[in-house]
C-alpha cells in the first residue's frame, strides 16, 4: 500500500498516458522519476516537481538510475504503441518493447527497495471476439504490437515468479484525452474539426471499440498498483462499452451541439481485422475500489476544451476555451472550398 513516503518510477512518462499518470502520482504525495528516450514523449509534457532521466530502457545504466532513486513501485508504460508502425518495423518494436522490458525487469531484481511493478499491456492481446473480452480468453495477438506486449506480460509474471516483487499486467483497451501523441480515431477526428472541417472523413465507420479515458486509465493504474497479490496477473482497463467509428464521430458532434457530415474516403478505408473490441472491467471492479467515471460523451466534450487552439483567460493564470468560441472559430473557417488539412493521415488507427 502506497504511502506519503513511497517513491515511483514511471517509464514513458513523458507520454501521453505516463505524463497524466505523474500528475496524479504527485498530487497523492509520491516522488517521482520519470524515465523517457523522448523518441515520442515530449519534454514540456513531464511535470516540473518530478526527476526526469532523458534514457533509453535499453541502456546499459538504466540500472543506476533507479539505485539512485531507490524506487518502492514501478509504473512501465515505455514502448513503441502505435500499431501500424510496429507491423511496419517489427524489429524495432521487438527490440524497444520487449528487450527494453526485459533490461528493466532484470534491473527490477538489483533493488532491493522495489515491491510493485505495474506493466501496462494492451487489448492488443485478444484474439477477435464479437463480445465482451474477459481476462480467462486465451490470448492471441493479431499484429506485432500485440504479440510484443504479450511477450511483456509473461516477463513481467516471470519478474514476480522469480522475486519478491509483486507484478501486475493493466490490459489497456482504446485510451483517450489530452495530450495523446498517436494518430488515432479521435485525435484524427478533432484535427479536421479544429482546422474548420464541416466534414469528417474516415476509412472504416463499422468497428467497435472500447474507449477509456486516461484519468480513469491513471486511477486504474494506482489502484492495480495497491493490489496485495501473490501471483502474477492481468487486469482489463476499459470502460465496459463498444463504440463504432461513426458513434464516435457523432458523439463529437454532439458536444460541439453541431451537425458534422460524415463521409468515408476510399483511400482511408483498410480490412478491419478486428471489427468487435470490448473489455469486460468484472475483475477489476470486483477486486479494486475502481470503476470508470468518465462516459465518452462527457471525455470527448472535456477534451474539446482542453485543445481548442484559441484560449481565453481561466483561473490561476491558465487559460480554457468556451464551446461557444470554438463554434464561432468553425464557422470563420469553413466553408466553400475548403481543403483537407495538411497532416492528417489518410488510414486512421482504429486499434
Request: aromatic fraction near 6%; charge should be negative.
Amino acid at each position: 500500500m502506497a504511502t506519503a513516503e513511497t517513491r515511483a518510477v514511471v517509464t514513458g512518462g513523458a507520454g501521453f498516458i505516463g505524463s497524466q499518470l505523474t500528475e496524479r502520482l504527485l498530487s497523492d504525495g509520491r516522488d517521482v522519476l520519470v524515465i523517457d528516450s523522448l523518441e515520442t514523449g515530449r519534454n514540456e509534457f513531464v511535470p516540473q516537481a518530478a526527476e526526469f532521466s532523458e534514457l533509453d530502457l535499453r541502456s546499459d545504466t538504466l540500472e543506476t538510475a533507479l539505485e539512485g532513486f531507490d524506487p518502492h513501485e514501478i509504473f512501465h508504460l515505455a514502448a513503441i504503441h502505435y500499431v501500424p508502425y510496429c507491423n511496419e518495423n517489427p524489429g524495432e518494436a521487438f527490440d524497444v518493447n520487449i528487450m527494453g522490458t526485459r533490461n528493466l525487469f532484470e534491473s527490477v531484481k538489483e533493488i532491493s527497495t522495489v515491491e510493485t511493478v505495474v506493466n501496462t499491456s494492451s487489448a492488443a492481446v485478444y484474439p477477435s471476439r464479437e463480445r465482451a473480452l474477459s481476462e480467462d480468453v486465451t490470448p492471441d495477438p493479431m499484429d506485432v504490437y500485440g504479440k510484443t506486449k504479450l511477450v511483456g506480460e509473461d516477463l513481467a509474471n516471470r519478474l514476480g515468479t522469480e522475486s519478491e516483487v509483486t507484478t501486475v499486467s493493466a490490459r489497456l483497451f482504446n485510451v483517450y484525452g489530452p495530450q495523446e501523441t498517436n494518430p488515432h480515431l479521435i485525435p484524427a477526428i478533432l484535427e479536421q474539426i479544429r482546422d474548420g472541417s464541416e466534414t469528417i472523413e474516415l476509412g472504416n465507420l463499422s468497428p467497435r471499440r472500447d474507449f477509456v479515458h486516461v484519468d480513469d486509465v491513471t486511477r486504474a493504474l494506482m489502484a492495480l498498483a495497491d493490489l496485495d497479490e501473490s501471483a502474477p496477473r492481468a487486469f482489463n482497463v476499459g470502460s465496459g462499452k463498444a463504440w463504432s467509428v461513426q458513434e464516435v464521430a457523432e458523439a463529437v458532434g454532439s458536444a460541439l451541439e453541431s451537425d458534422i457530415e460524415i463521409e468515408q474516403e476510399a483511400s482511408r478505408v483498410r480490412e478491419s481485422d478486428r471489427p468487435h473490441l470490448e473489455a469486460d472491467i468484472d475483475r477489476i471492479e470486483r477486486e479494486t475500489d475502481w470503476s470508470p467515471q468518465i462516459g465518452l460523451r462527457k471525455g470527448l466534450s472535456d477534451l474539446l476544451e482542453h485543445q481548442q487552439p484559441k484560449q481565453e483567460p481561466g483561473r490561476g493564470g491558465g487559460t480554457r476555451t468556451s464551446r461557444s468560441t470554438y463554434l464561432e472559430q468553425r464557422a470563420t473557417q469553413s466553408g466553400p472550398g475548403k481543403q483537407r488539412p495538411e497532416g492528417i493521415p489518410r488510414t486512421t488507427q482504429y486499434e
